[in-house]
């Protein structure tokens, strides 16, 4: 006999009898998802331009990502606010950032409506809704959605991500963090990482375990139940941190600079149509020395940076991968919506020299070439919070001019791709 359910609230549809046998049960029935319904995976990359990935005539090989653009459809007019925290509550909640009081980062609110940083409840969050219909929800890496006076141990936790619909949260709070000591966030409570750099260990690596163990604690038991999995990495925020081996790929490949660059990628773009035959390349920027005028000293240093840049792009392309292979294992890869955003266009933070210590951009302290020099060969690694100069911002994010945190299509303009073999039949 059929299990009799009944909406929670209403009468119960049962019979209950002075016996066992004169009695038929029911039960309220659970929140189901449709039959059928496709599993979601939202990854929203930071600090990534528009001319940086592969698929949009960057020259960093981003293969996984390539192959949902090759395989999917390929947006080049998707626009965002230019800044983290603004785009990460339009995309989570598709309403404008003012609305939901994230004119800016969490740590620069003001006091004022539209700016204070607290996104109202009545937002309902994809995640709220997706819950509501059925869906495991997970979130894993960046989240910086929550005011920055409430992101500690005293709370409170309703801004936190299982205060917003999700059931299960592994990352970091704040709008970046150390990629090799991370201030790691599970659930509602602080723990620290595994290993240690020393050991092998990487935010990267660690934030695609988890989401593999969370899609397979729930799909072992409940196969058929869709989720909602909002992946959001470091990468390519600063510090742009990643094994050598990975940075040593690119060794030589930008030594001919940022403007070399932008006119190779540029050439490329169009090649794919990712932007119009006739089009013109924005103007070479007045706050961007000149690669030639360089010294041979910055020319090495700064192509170093943009090396360590490049691997690490590619290092968090090969985890994607992981994570798209395992849902192939289980056989959810076709029925899986995979969308693909960066939240700004590449930033400026490093400022005209690059910088060893991103904190130093922050607080108006000029950097040291000779200092920076001296780190060379240990940028990447846990020792600096390094950024790359802001010529390579300028070229990352060709066609356009200029950068994250500005209005400008180069702050604003970013890459976005959607792949879903089983719903979308369109390709490239």
């Known amino acids: 006999m059929a299990m009799k359910e009944y909406v929670p609230g209403s009468a119960f549809p049962g019979v209950v009898g002075r016996t066992f046998d004169q009695s038929s049960p029911a039960w309220p029935k659970p929140n189901r998802a449709k039959e059928g319904a496709p599993n979601v995976l939202f990854i929203v990359q930071d600090d990534t331009g528009f001319g940086q990935m592969g698929c949009f005539g960057g020259l960093i090989k981003t293969p996984n990502i390539d192959m949902l653009a090759k395989e999917g459809l390929v947006y080049n007019n998707m626009h965002t606010t230019a800044l983290c925290s603004p785009t990460r509550s339009c995309i989570i909640t598709g309403r404008n950032h003012h609305s939901n009081a994230m004119s800016c980062i969490t740590e620069g609110s003001t006091g004022y409506p539209g700016g204070n940083g607290y996104i109202p409840f009545e937002n309902g969050f994809i995640s709220e809704i997706l819950k509501e219909n059925g869906y495991n929800t997970y979130a894993l890496g960046k989240w910086h959605l929550t005011p920055a006076e409430q992101n500690s ?66 799909k072992q038991i ?137 904190n130093k951009f922050f607080n108006n302290v000029p950097d040291d070439l000779k200092q920076n020099l001296a780190a060379i060969d240990d940028i990447g690694g846990p020792k600096y919070f390094n950024h790359y100069a802001w010529g390579w911002t300028f070229a990352g994010n060709t066609p356009f001019r200029r950068w994250k945190r500005e209005t400008y299509r180069g702050g604003i303009s970013d890459p976005f791709v959607v792949h879903w073999p089983k719903g979308i039949k369109s390709k490239g």
């Not at 991370?182 to 290993?195: A, S």
Request: net charge negative; glycine share 10%; aromatic share 16%.
């Open 153 to 218: 141990a005293a709370g409170p936790y309703d801004r936190w991500p299982l205060g917003r619909g999700f059931e299960r949260y592994y990352g970091f709070l704040g709008g970046d963090t150390h990629q090799y000591y991370p201030e790691l966030y599970y659930d509602n409570h602080q723990v620290e990482p595994e290993k240690t750099p020393e050991e092998g260990y990487h935010l990267t690596e660690d934030i695609t375990d988890k989401a593999i163990g969370f899609i397979a604690d729930a």
């Open 222 to 358: 409940a196969p058929n139940k869709p989720f909602f999995m909002y992946f959001c990495p470091g990468a390519g925020h600063a510090p742009h941190h990643v094994p050598k081996e990975w940075a040593d790929k690119y060794k030589g490949m930008f030594d001919d600079g940022w403007d070399a660059y932008r006119e190779k990628v540029f050439a490329r773009q169009k090649e794919l149509g990712i932007i119009p035959k006739d089009a013109e390349l924005s103007r070479h920027d007045p706050d961007v020395q000149n690669w030639e005028t360089l010294s041979a000293d910055e020319k090495k240093l700064y192509a170093r940076m943009m090396e360590v840049f490049a691997g690490f792009l590619e290092h968090t392309d090969y985890h994607y991968g992981r994570l798209f292979q395992f849902l192939k294992d289980i056989g959810e890869y076709d029925n899986t919506i995979i969308m693909f955003i960066s939240d700004n266009g590449a930033s400026s933070e490093g400022g005209p020299t690059g910088s060893v210590n991103e």
